[in-house]
């Protein structure tokens, strides 16, 4: 296979990970936990989801053709919630990762070396991707972590289960060695 056919592969394999976690993370939540923001400084999960869909509106619409910070986004808006059910952050939520996620899939290999701009600095396609795998992973990772908080002792965990890494790992190892990405495991494990 190769190698920028494996990139994207691997690269949308990951998002959706990550997409799930999240999505795993909120289900466990009673609706108004969406909107806990514990002082000023801190973004409930409904305003973290506002601003993952706004990023990804605005960097993946016309990703090739136009810059990846619109003139029609507000930024600032973002962060602040006017997000009123679970129903509307779902929404928005899905409205950004369909939009994404729908102009990954149309990427071809030979595209991956094409600039484009954000804010006007170039990147190339990979290197776009690649800014998005580190700041969607660190937004969802704060849905998470602020989930679990939230849930206290009544949390699934979306991970290896504290005090459960040896027996993890004796699974793991009593498997023959294969080359596979960790994600289809995972996918399973979590369903």
């Not at 973002?78 to 990954?104: H, M, P």
Request: include cysteine.
């Amino acid at each position: 296979m190769e190698a920028t056919t494996s990139y994207l592969e691997s690269v949308k394999k990951q998002f959706l990970y990550y997409k799930m976690l999240g999505e795993k993370a909120m289900e466990q939540l009673e609706a108004e936990q969406l909107f806990v923001a514990v002082n000023d400084d801190t973004n409930s999960i409904a305003v973290i989801v506002k601003h993952l869909s706004g990023n990804m509106l605005s960097r993946w619409t016309d990703f090739l053709t136009t810059d990846g910070e619109k003139e029609t986004r507000n930024r600032d808006a973002e962060f602040e919630n006017d997000l009123a059910t679970k129903e509307q952050v779902l929404n928005s939520w899905n409205e950004g990762w369909n939009c994404f996620l729908g102009t990954l899939e149309t990427l071809q290999p030979e595209q991956l070396s094409e600039i484009i701009y954000i804010r006007n600095e170039g990147h190339t396609v990979i290197e776009a991707i690649n800014r998005q795998l580190a700041h969607y992973p660190y937004h969802i990772g704060q849905i998470v972590f602020y989930a679990k908080q939230l849930k206290k002792d009544e949390w699934n965990s979306l991970s290896i289960p504290k005090n459960k890494s040896n027996t993890y790992n004796d699974a793991k190892f009593a498997q023959e060695k294969s080359i596979k990405n960790f994600t289809e495991e995972e996918f399973r494990r979590l369903k």
